[in-house]
C-alpha cells in the first residue's frame, strides 16, 4: 500500500522539473530580409543644348530721329520769345551776351519777318498738336513749347497795365524779368537734351497743363 503514494508521486512531476516547450522551428531563410548588391547610379545629366532656357523678353522701343528733330525744334519757339526777358542781365553782364552772339542773327530774322511768332504759334499748334499723324511723343513736346510760350506772355501784358519806370515797381520788373528768363534758358536746354535722347522732358507747371490738353 505504501508503494501506491510513491508511484503517484512518479506519475505526476514536480513544477521545477517541467520546462516550457521550446520552439525548434527556424524561420525559412527565404524570409530573411534581402540587400540588393546592384548599384543604381543616377542618370546622366542632360546636355546644355537640350536644357529649357528661360526666355528673356526686352522690349527695346527707340524714338525716332525725325520725332526727336521736331520735339527739338519745338521748343525754339519760347526760346526765341523769352530771350527779350533777358536785357537787363545782357546789360548788367556784357560777357553774358557773347554766349548768345551765335544765335543772334537767327532771331534777328525771326523776328524781320511779320507776325512770325503767331504764324509759328498756330502752326505748331495746329499742324503739329492737333495733327493725329505724328506720334504722341512729338504733340505732347509741342504742346509743352505752346504752353510755355503762353506763359511768356503774361509778364509782357502785366508791364504794359502796370508800366513800372522806376522804383519799388520797376526793381520787382528787373527781378522778374531776370528770373524768367534763366527759367526759360534752364527749360530750354533740359528739353533740347531730352529730345536729342529720346526722352520725355516734363517741365514744372508746363507738362500738367500739356498732358490734359492731349
Given amino acids: 500500500?505504501?508503494?501506491?503514494?510513491?508511484?503517484?508521486?512518479?506519475?505526476?512531476p514536480s513544477p521545477k522539473t517541467l520546462k516550457p516547450p521550446t520552439s525548434s522551428l527556424r524561420s525559412p531563410p527565404f524570409l530573411l530580409p534581402l540587400k540588393s548588391t546592384a548599384k543604381i547610379s543616377p542618370p546622366p545629366p542632360k546636355p546644355l543644348s537640350s536644357r529649357p532656357r528661360p526666355t528673356i523678353s526686352m522690349s527695346y522701343n527707340p524714338t525716332p530721329a525725325s520725332d526727336r528733330l521736331i520735339s527739338a525744334a519745338s521748343y525754339f519757339l519760347p526760346f526765341f520769345n523769352g530771350v527779350q526777358y533777358g536785357r537787363f542781365l545782357f546789360a548788367q553782364y556784357p560777357s553774358l551776351g557773347l554766349l548768345f552772339e551765335p544765335i543772334f542773327p537767327i532771331m534777328s530774322l525771326y523776328r524781320s519777318i511779320p507776325y512770325a511768332s503767331f504764324v509759328a504759334?498756330?502752326?505748331l499748334y495746329l499742324g503739329v498738336v492737333r495733327?493725329?499723324?505724328f506720334s504722341r511723343y512729338v504733340r505732347f513736346n509741342s504742346m509743352q513749347a505752346v504752353v510755355l510760350d503762353v506763359l511768356l506772355a503774361i509778364p509782357l501784358l502785366l508791364q504794359r497795365i502796370l508800366s513800372p519806370s522806376r522804383g519799388l515797381g520797376f526793381r520787382i520788373l528787373m527781378l522778374g524779368y531776370n528770373a524768367i528768363f534763366v527759367f526759360v534758358v534752364a527749360?530750354?536746354?533740359y528739353s533740347i537734351v531730352f529730345c536729342i535722347l529720346g526722352r520725355t522732358p516734363y517741365l514744372p507747371i508746363v507738362a500738367s497743363a500739356a498732358d490734359r490738353q492731349l
Wanted: proline share 5%.
Fill in 187 to 189: 527749360c530750354f536746354l
Fill in 131 to 133: 495733327n493725329s499723324v
Fill in 121 to 123: 504759334f498756330f502752326a
Fill in 1 to 12: 500500500m505504501a508503494s501506491l503514494p510513491l508511484l503517484r508521486l512518479s506519475l505526476h
